[in-house]
């Protein structure tokens, strides 16, 4: 009797059958590299968001620890912009006593006044930033100043030599505020108030680094000021701080 050996098909894959193997592969690798990307990007626009929060608030203590030496009974300078865009902001001046490194630096005297203002200032290439600065006017530049009551030349800006605080603002203000007699809580100081004012709420208005690099003229960064466009919303940052101040 014979017996009849079984056949096992030794065949392998098709042309066809490779190429729509690769094809899926292709296509799976491509999303998850996708994927990976827009992972990567949301992180670093994250990041670089609490960046900007982490250097506004930075900032807002500083400048609470300066007008916390404000030097009482002296002028607290406060010009109020009129408009949206950057160099509309507030400018605000106040008369404080020196570090000891500031006194070193500027002998003769333990007074005097910082200055803060937005103005634009070359970056990289032929772009140009609204940054907000740091004027300090020396001893006897402040004894000018209280003598010439507020002369507001002392306080004009010179964005090569004063110092930078931070970038990419569209708006910095100073909004002086007193006590409503009557209720006991805080309002807007105006014009016709005679109440000293007690505090400032200073509001900074900026945008994220990611997006700034998108802008490099002046019209570009007062359109976005002014007027911004949905997709640019969720770059602007508003950060604000209630600060006491000396009488």
């Known amino acids: 009797m014979k017996i009849q050996a ?4 030794n065949s392998g894959f098709t042309i066809i059958e490779l190429l729509v193997a690769m094809t899926i592969t292709s296509v799976i690798v491509l999303v998850l590299l996708n994927i990976v990307s827009q992972s990567s990007a949301t992180y670093t626009n994250t990041l670089r968001a609490v960046n900007s929060i982490s250097e506004s608030r930075s900032f807002l203590y ?10 009482p009974g002296t002028p607290l300078i406060h010009q109020a912009g009129k408009g949206d865009d950057p160099t509309s902001s507030d400018k ?5 006593a020196l570090t000891v490194a500031e ?51 002392l306080l004009s800006p010179d964005i090569i030599n004063d110092e930078i605080i931070l970038d990419n603002i569209l708006s910095f203000k100073a909004q002086q505020k007193v006590i409503n007699p009557v ?3 805080l ?8 109440q000293s004012t007690v505090a400032i709420e200073l509001t900074i208005r900026f945008i994220d680094e990611s997006y700034a690099r998108r802008l490099t003229t002046t019209d570009d960064w007062n359109s976005i000021a002014t007027s911004p466009k949905d997709i640019e919303l969720p770059y602007i940052r508003n950060y604000s701080r209630t600060i006491s101040v000396k009488k």
């Open 6 to 9: 079984n056949r096992t098909s």
């Open 62 to 71: 500083f400048i609470d620890t300066e007008l916390s030496s404000r030097l």
């Open 92 to 96: 605000l001046a106040f008369i404080r």
């Open 103 to 153: 006194r070193n630096a500027n002998a003769g005297g333990d007074l005097g006044t910082s200055v803060y203002y937005v103005a634009f200032s070359p970056s990289s290439g032929n772009a140009v930033i609204p940054r907000l600065h740091r004027k300090i006017l020396s001893p006897s530049e402040t004894q000018s100043l209280l003598e010439n009551q507020g002369d507001s030349t």
């Open 183 to 185: 209720t006991g809580e």
């Open 187 to 194: 309002e807007n100081w105006i014009e016709a108030t005679t």
